[in-house]
C-alpha cells in the first residue's frame, strides 16, 4: 500500500512539474540567475530574472548578445534603459509588475520583438511611434493606466493580440482600438462611464 502510494505521488509531482514548466521553453533552457549566464554568456537564449526586487535591468544583460528571450516580472523597475537595443535578437520581452510609466523609444528600436508583456505596470499612453515594432504578435497592457490610443496601432500589421484588460476606457475609445486592429484579437474589460476628453 505504501509503495503505491509512493508511485501515485511520483507520478502526480513528475506531471505538475511539467505543467509548469517555462511558457518560453521552446527557445530552449531558462536560466535564472546572472551568475550562471555570465559563464556562458554567448549561448544563453532565455534568461527570467522575476521576482529579485530589481530596481533596474542588471548592465551584466546587455553583454548576452544572443538572448532571445528576457523576462523581469515581478521586480520594482522603473525604466528600460536605451542599452536594451544591444540585445538585436530579442523576440520576447516581459517586465509585468514593474513600475513602467511609459513604453520607452528604446523598446520601440527593438525591431525582431515578437512578445512584448508590459502588464500591470503604470503606463499611461501607447506612443505614436508603436508603428516601428513591425513583427510584434502579442502586445500585453493589462493593468495599466491608459488613456492614449494614436491610429499608429494599425500599422502593426502582424499584431494578432492586444490586451487592455483592466485599463479604463469608454466604449467610444473601445471602438476606437477595434477599427485600428480589425484582424487582431483585442480584450478589454467592460467600458466604463468615464470620458478621458477636455
Same mark, same amino acid.
Given at each position: ?5 509512493? /508511485?501515485?505521488?511520483?507520478?502526480? /509531482? ?42 533596474e535591468i542588471p548592465d551584466e ?7 532571445? =528571450? ?5 521586480? *520594482? ?5 536605451? @542599452?536594451? =537595443? ?14 513602467l510609466t511609459e513604453i520607452s ?10 512578445? /512584448?508583456? /508590459?502588464?500591470?505596470? @503604470? ?24 488613456? =492614449?490610443?494614436?491610429? @499608429? ?7 494578432? *493580440? ?10 467610444? @475609445?473601445?471602438?476606437?482600438? *477595434? ?20
Amino acid at each position: 500500500m505504501r509503495a503505491l502510494f509512493t /508511485l501515485f505521488l511520483s507520478i502526480f /509531482l513528475t506531471t505538475a512539474c511539467a505543467q509548469r514548466k517555462s511558457p518560453y521553453s521552446d527557445y530552449g533552457r531558462t536560466i535564472t540567475s546572472l551568475q550562471e549566464a555570465a559563464l556562458a554568456a554567448d549561448s544563453v537564449i532565455v534568461l527570467d530574472l522575476s521576482g529579485n526586487k530589481l530596481k533596474e535591468i542588471p548592465d551584466e544583460v546587455f553583454t548576452l548578445t544572443n538572448l532571445r =528571450v528576457l523576462v523581469l516580472n515581478k521586480n *520594482k523597475i522603473e525604466s528600460i534603459p536605451a @542599452e536594451i =537595443v544591444k540585445l538585436k535578437k530579442l523576440e520576447v520581452l516581459s517586465t509585468e509588475k514593474n513600475r513602467l510609466t511609459e513604453i520607452s523609444e528604446s523598446v520601440l528600436k527593438m525591431e525582431n520583438l515578437r512578445i /512584448l508583456n /508590459l502588464a500591470d505596470n @503604470e503606463i499611461g499612453a501607447i506612443p505614436m511611434k508603436i508603428d516601428r515594432l513591425k513583427n510584434l504578435q502579442e502586445l500585453i497592457l493589462w493593468g495599466n493606466v491608459i488613456a =492614449v490610443f494614436p491610429e @499608429e496601432l494599425s500599422g502593426l500589421k502582424k499584431l494578432k *493580440k492586444l490586451d487592455l484588460l483592466n485599463n479604463e476606457m469608454n466604449k467610444t @475609445e473601445q471602438d476606437k482600438v *477595434k477599427s485600428y486592429l480589425p484582424d487582431a484579437k483585442v480584450l478589454f474589460s467592460a467600458p466604463c462611464n468615464c470620458n478621458f476628453e477636455d
